[in-house]
């Protein structure tokens, strides 16, 4: 049994920075790809990062790229998500997500049906 269990949201002002945290319990952590996604108010679910199972691969949507940066301890089984230069259109609820394939990096990893275990989010609010 995979359970992953988000923390680290919070309220920023714009410019801030926030470090999202992700624990997954269960065997196997550090053969999967892990991506990070979110969920703004109204909108559909999307893409934000991944990094392979080892750390060696890494993509971001374009809307993060040189602001955000993902990496993973597979010691302590935990995906990290820093989070620099935050902006309003920010706002969502993140989560964590397991990819479907073992020692596998998809070339669509930004599509949620590659993922197949799912935290319960955090919440990460940035006001202007």
């Known amino acids: 049994q995979v359970q992953l269990v988000e923390s680290g949201g919070g309220s920023v002002q714009a410019g801030g920075s926030l470090r999202l945290s992700c624990a997954a319990s269960?065997?196997?952590?550090?053969?999967?790809?892990m991506g990070w996604f979110r969920q703004a108010p109204g909108k559909e679910r999307e893409f934000v990062s991944a990094i392979s199972w080892a750390g060696g691969i890494t993509s971001y949507t374009d809307s993060v790229k040189g602001r955000f940066t993902i990496s993973r301890d597979n010691a302590k089984n935990m995906l990290n998500l820093q989070m620099n230069s935050l902006k309003p259109e920010d706002t969502a609820v993140y989560y964590c997500?397991?990819?479907?394939?073992?020692?596998?990096?998809?070339?669509?990893?930004?599509?949620?049906?590659?993922?197949?275990?799912w935290g319960q989010g955090t919440q990460v609010t940035v006001s202007s």
């Open positions: 997500a397991r990819s479907r394939g073992f020692r596998v990096w998809d070339t669509f990893v930004e599509q949620p049906q590659k993922y197949d275990y």
């Open positions: 269960g065997r196997g952590f550090g053969n999967y790809a």
